[in-house]
């Protein structure tokens, strides 16, 4: 790499930074940049490649924001494409059949699409137990649907992944949700 190059996980992290900018997290109306972040870190902890970090960082840029598809494979690449692809749940669908979609996507998609999926739902649930503790059972109202549906989902993700993958991240995840099934 020339001295001028911006890596390829540097890139990611400014796509994402100026994609989510204005974009506060429902939990607790933290900057939602600091969510692609702890999925990225989550990431390299566990040492995946920059492929697989990059796409941690744009995870939810397709979903969530004006980036397209082709601006994202143009500046990341069509590998980091095909992950975030993989864990972009199509909104238009209503919310059991979304989830439905996804598990399967994840479920058949790559390693790195399964470790971006299981990065983000811990983060995802880190963050629902720690707004858990200020708010109580008040943060289900945040939600699309309520604890039993998110339960539910988490639960089926968990299942269908154990399946399908075998790694030190499924165990992180399945202590995980057994956290988050304890919330009342």
């Known amino acids: 790499m020339a001295m001028t190059e911006r890596s390829l996980i540097e890139q990611a992290a400014r796509i994402a930074y100026t994609a ?38 744009v995870h939810d840029v397709l979903e969530d ?46 390693d790195g699409a ?8 811990i983060h995802n649930i880190e963050s629902m137990l720690s707004a858990y503790q200020t708010q109580g059972s008040a943060i289900w109202k945040i939600f699309t649907r309520g604890r039993d549906a998110q339960r539910w989902f988490q639960e089926s993700l968990l299942y269908a992944v154990r399946e399908t993958w075998h790694h030190p991240f499924v165990d992180e995840y399945t202590d995980a949700v057994a956290c988050f099934l304890k919330l009342k």
Request: net charge positive; charged share 30%.
């Open 65 to 110: 924001t004006s980036v397209t598809k082709e601006a994202l494979e143009q500046a990341l690449g069509s590998e980091v494409v095909r992950i975030v692809l993989s864990v972009t749940e199509d909104k238009s669908l209503p919310w059991e059949e979304r989830k439905k979609s996804y598990i399967v996507r994840v479920c058949e998609g790559s």
């Open 114 to 121: 399964k470790a971006v999926s299981l990065a983000d739902k």
């Open 20 to 57: 989510h900018a204005r974009q506060t997290r429902k939990d607790d109306g933290s900057p939602y940049f600091i969510h692609p972040c702890m999925v990225a870190l989550k990431l390299a902890a566990y040492g995946f490649d920059e492929k697989i970090i990059a796409a941690g960082y």
